[in-house]
């Protein structure tokens, strides 16, 4: 059962409703929406689907501008009653389109660390081939110690385990050389620490996150944020100028039809909402954080991977990945 926070996102709760309808319809999965029970049931009768999806009441939101600290405010927000019924074993996860920050610090306090993590770390897949490239953290901790980086690669290589069936995970430390001793203090002390993890396969730079060198890249949230929002950015310009090109002219549009299966093909492997969004790990429990700007199409997606990691035990390869590794600090 998927805990699934109907008042997160931008475009709440009409296209976080109609992406549950069709995660239920199309795929099967079970679900339960969390928010105001009128607001919700109407939403579902628009699609005939009052009878399919069970309602939690929850009253109160996050605002899409509200940081960490409401998560305080608002004991009974829809993220944080979603979170309850996962600690109450009603679910096995969390989906959420809302505030990146309030997730975090919802999830964080509602379900608490796994014994042994540190810091809980944000996983966003990137479009690499065959399989996507995991980067993390991507936001969830600005300030690290290089103990914390080591922890993120056995989350990361958990995450790659489960979504991408890769055995042995290769991991690299994003930093600006592929030197060993490139880097600052904290990326320094972490390569000599990962150093002794299998699958590690040294250093990485920015040009290397799309090139799928390793399958799990890891960093500090303030860099794998800005690294993350720059690779985003870039693919909207690229995409931006391909399309004015194309339709510069009429010998430019001709020009294009025979390619138009395989530009659709590559817009949708670099559309966000096709992977779901990304993942908060480390905590008693699975949870999806959703595009703020989610259609149905993403929330179906999002509810996809939850559903997914929750099935592949995300949480028990992360404790027994911790539990195995000796403390190298």
């Known amino acids: 059962m998927i805990a699934l926070d109907a008042m997160g ?24 929406l969390v928010g105001p029970p009128r607001v919700l049931y109407e939403a579902l009768t628009d699609h005939d689907a009052a009878k399919e999806i069970p309602i939690v009441r929850a ?13 305080l405010r608002r004991p009974k927000s829809s993220i944080a009653i979603a979170c309850h019924l996962v600690r109450q074993g009603h679910a096995s996860s969390v989906v959420s389109a809302g505030s990146t920050a309030g997730v975090v610090a919802t999830g964080r306090l509602r379900l608490k660390g796994l014994p042994g993590i540190l810091r809980p770390a944000i996983a966003v897949p990137l479009p690499t081939r065959p399989t996507p490239t995991v980067l993390l953290d991507a936001g969830a901790n600005a300030e690290v110690k290089p103990e914390m980086l ?20 290769r991991i690299g ?16 002390r972490a390569h000599e620490l990962m150093s002794e993890l299998k699958g590690f396969v040294g250093n ?5 996150l799309l090139t799928g060198t390793a399958d799990v890249v890891v960093t500090d ?39 138009r299966g395989r530009l659709r ?13 990304a993942v908060l790990l480390g905590l008693n429990g699975t949870v999806v954080i959703a595009h703020g700007s989610s259609r149905a199409k993403g929330i179906t997606a ?9 099935k592949g035990g995300i949480v028990t390869r992360i404790s027994e990945r911790v539990g195995k590794t000796h403390r190298l600090w």
């Open 265 to 277: 093909q590559l817009s949708q492997r670099l559309d966000p909402e096709t992977h779901g969004g």
């Open 302 to 310: 999002a509810c996809r991977l939850a559903d997914d990691l929750s």
């Open 204 to 208: 990485v730079e920015g040009h290397d």
């Open 150 to 169: 080591v922890q993120f690669a056995h989350l990361g290589a958990a995450y790659a385990q489960t979504a991408y069936e890769i055995e042995q995970p």
């Open 221 to 259: 949230g303030f860099t794998g944020n800005v690294a993350l929002k720059s690779m985003e950015g870039a693919v909207r310009y690229a995409f931006s100028e391909l399309r004015e090109t194309i339709n510069s002219s009429r010998l430019a549009r001709l020009g294009a039809i025979p390619q």
């Open 59 to 71: 009253e109160e939101s996050l605002a899409m501008h509200e940081g960490a600290l409401a998560s």
């Open 173 to 188: 430390l994003l930093t600006i050389g592929s030197e060993a001793e490139k880097g600052n203090k904290l990326v320094r």
């Open 9 to 32: 996102g931008d475009h709440a709760p009409h296209e976080i409703v109609a992406g549950a309808v069709q995660a239920v319809r199309e795929h099967g999965l079970q679900l339960v």
